[in-house]
């Protein structure tokens, strides 16, 4: 199983992986145990029975959870253990991996977890953004509970979650996150995470936008740009033409972040989020950032 057709990671970068998250796996076991029996270790560290699912394997099992969405009890047979095993891994490891941030091109001594990271990095080193929001199909709520509607997106008719994801002009993941309902529009959700407040503190940081964002772009005409307004009904044919190329150049400049939504959608959880909703935002930070360690080597 850690075969990279399974955990979509290389050998390398799977072994980089597992020594980067053995520490704090090991503190978060050790703050665990602490807590349940109440008082310090008195014995030696390693003592007591062995785990029946090694830290490696739970680092792999969660790794194909994420890839391919596959039940914790056909995973459960493979390792001969019991699923509740596999699913008390993957609930360990997947924090692990949601909080370690984002990769940046050049810099494998830097991770962005925030957005203010993000446009800290960009004022510093000239980086032009690209900012869009992406959704996923998840599991419809149970009838007559509150905000039930709040999860049916306008645009797919479907219960849905969205992510708001910020890269670079190559496509590279800087930052995934302002998760919401699929209801909500995407510009709400990127000023809930003090976006304009950010414009504001870095005027030197510039980013392209769909449609979607054009109250931002309006606002910080100098900073942000949208795709130009389509002409009236009476326009001449020289401003339908010239609205045409400068939407088509604004595509272009843009396109690139799409892209890296389709990257992150080649993981079969985010195609279709089949766990439980509360646990989407931690799945979908955990396969951005993985996908940020790829893109950050191309």
């Not at 955990?7 to 503190?27: M, Y």
């Not at 029946?52 to 047979?77: G, K, M, N, S």
């Not at 370690?100 to 510093?124: E, I, K, N, Q």
Request: net charge positive; aromatic share 8%.
């Amino acid at each position: 199983m850690s075969k990279r057709i399974f955990t979509g990671l290389a050998p390398r970068r799977l072994g980089k992986l597992i020594v980067e998250l053995t520490d704090s796996w090991l503190a978060a076991e050790e703050g665990r145990l602490r807590e349940r029996r109440g008082h310090d270790r008195r014995r030696a560290p390693g003592s007591g029975p062995d785990h029946e699912l090694v830290f490696v394997d739970r680092v792999i099992v969660t790794l194909v959870v994420l890839r391919f969405q596959l039940p914790h009890a056909a995973l459960a047979e493979l390792y001969r253990v019991d699923r509740s095993t596999v699913t008390r891994a993957v609930h360990e490891i997947r924090p692990l991996l949601a909080a370690r941030g984002f990769a940046v091109p050049g810099r494998p001594d830097l991770r962005l977890r925030t957005l203010a990271d993000v446009f800290s990095y960009a004022a510093a080193e000239g980086v032009e953004l690209r900012i869009d929001g992406t959704e996923v199909q998840v599991r419809r709520p149970r009838a007559h509970k509150p905000g039930r509607r709040a999860f049916v997106s306008g645009k797919k008719k479907m219960n849905t979650k969205k992510a708001t994801v910020v890269t670079n002009d190559k496509g590279r993941t800087l930052w995934a996150g302002a998760f919401r309902p699929g209801r909500m529009h995407d510009q709400t959700a990127v000023r809930t995470e003090g976006i304009a407040d950010l414009f504001e503190r870095f005027p030197q940081v510039k980013a392209h936008v769909d449609a979607g964002y054009r109250g931002l772009a309006k606002e910080f005409s100098d900073q942000v740009t949208a795709p130009p307004l389509k002409p009236k009904k009476d326009a001449t044919l020289e401003e339908v033409a010239a609205w045409e190329a400068k939407r088509h150049q604004q595509s272009s400049e843009r396109i690139c972040v799409e892209h890296a939504n389709a990257e992150h959608k080649q993981w079969r959880t985010l195609q279709r989020f089949l766990g439980r909703r509360e646990y989407f935002d931690e799945s979908y930070q955990a396969v951005a950032g993985l996908v940020s360690d790829r893109a950050a080597e191309r």
